[in-house]
């Protein structure tokens, strides 16, 4: 604690991101990256803007990533906000559309920069607890608030909320702004996207992080009426009006615009998914449902951290949360087929000296 510090900043506890080892040491199944690497259209035009654009500043309005963007969701332009990772983008959200004297919610277990952003910017929260399945309870939503968030597919559980349950939490809150993370939608989630023309308190907020093997560029991009894009605007312009830096922008572009690639990739890790799934339920595990890439599994044999520790001990690196609830479930992101062969084989060796 020092005396320097803002009383905002002696409150807060800040997020602690997942190990990040060096490259090839490991396998890392404990930050939900994508095992694929970018495709050739995005090295090669990043490449590109390397050798050509650095003296330049980049373009404040990311029109050819936003371009790209406005023709994949089919949106207008005007609709689209890009901002470096998610993380900033939700950032940039609670100055735009919460207020300190209003209390916002968001459910008890998900992404835990929500609180540490709440924290940060001085607004009250109240964490809405998830039902006896993990899933997210309607009703408390439609209570008075501040504003919602709402990660879906939700994380760390990987669980989905139906668009149909989207819809009514945006129906009774006309007033207050719904911000969907959909940061896991492409592994089998279905996007409110489509809901955006209807209503003008929506919000989705995608990464390419994830599903578009980008975490180390930083992209993110939100889509909502204008009105909102506009709050976004007016707060972006204030910390940094010029967002993503030119690689990233060329980068992003291109992804958008490999829709191969990107269908390819995420098949293949549904079916990972999928078969990982089967083998950990073999193995006794109970899995939680998961549309995203990665599944959250407890085993009611061995407790979830000493399962964590032997693992790292072999150099498989998944994620463990201390947390009331979720204490007993390990965190596990879809890799490589044979990464994923590799984690059932050292859990079924532990799990053979453990039970
Ligand atoms: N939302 C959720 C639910 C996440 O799990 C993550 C990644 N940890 C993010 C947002 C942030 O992603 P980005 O890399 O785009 O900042």
């Known amino acids: 604690m ?3 510090w803002s009383e905002t900043v002696k409150g807060i506890t800040p997020y602690v991101p997942g190990e990040q080892p060096g490259v090839g040491q490991v396998i890392k199944l404990n930050t939900n990256e994508n095992p694929y690497p970018p495709s050739a259209r995005v ?3 990043m490449k590109a803007a390397v050798s050509g654009r650095l ?4 373009d404040p309005e990311c029109r050819g990533l936003r371009e790209a963007a406005a023709d994949y969701y089919r949106l207008p332009i005007e609709n689209i906000f890009a ?3 998610s993380d900033e983008i939700l950032a940039f959200c609670f100055k735009a559309f919460f207020n300190p ?6 459910p008890d277990i998900t992404y835990s920069f929500y609180e540490v952003y709440a924290g940060l910017f001085d ?4 964490k809405i607890p998830l039902d006896d399945h993990f899933d997210i309870p309607l009703a408390p939503f439609f ?3 501040g504003g919602i968030l709402i990660a879906n597919p939700n994380a760390p559980t990987g669980k989905f909320t139906s668009l149909d349950s989207i819809r009514q939490i945006l129906v009774h809150n006309p007033d207050k702004v719904v911000i969907i993370d959909e940061a896991y939608v492409d592994f089998g989630g279905e996007s409110c996207v489509s809901l955006i023309p209807d209503h003008p308190n929506l919000l989705v907020v995608h990464t390419f992080s994830k599903s578009r093997s980008l975490a180390g560029l930083r992209i993110g991009l939100a889509m909502g009426q ?3 894009i506009e709050g976004l605007n007016r707060v972006k312009n204030s910390f940094n009006s010029y967002p993503l830096d030119a690689v990233a922008q060329v980068g992003g572009e291109q992804s958008l615009r490999d829709t191969e690639t990107f269908e390819l990739n995420v098949g293949r890790i549904i079916k990972t998914r999928e078969d990982t799934v089967n083998r950990l339920r073999e193995l006794q595990f109970d899995v939680l449902d998961s549309r995203a890439n990665f599944i959250f599994a407890t085993h009611p044999g061995v407790p979830a951290v000493r399962l964590f520790e032997a693992l790292r001990r072999q150099d498989i690196i998944v994620r463990y949360f201390a947390k009331p609830r979720i204490d007993n479930y390990l965190r596990i992101s879809i890799g490589t087929d044979e990464e994923m062969e590799a984690l059932c084989r050292a859990l079924e060796g532990i799990l053979a000296e453990q039970t």
Not at 101 to 106: M, Q
């Open 123 to 126: 607004i009250p929260y109240r």
């Open 2 to 4: 020092s005396k320097f």
């Open 83 to 85: 901002g470096n990772g």
């Open 43 to 45: 090295l090669d035009a």
């Open 101 to 106: 004297g209003e209390t916002i919610l968001f």
């Open 143 to 145: 209570e008075q608030n």
């Open 55 to 58: 003296k330049l500043y980049p």
């Open 226 to 228: 204008t009105e909102l």
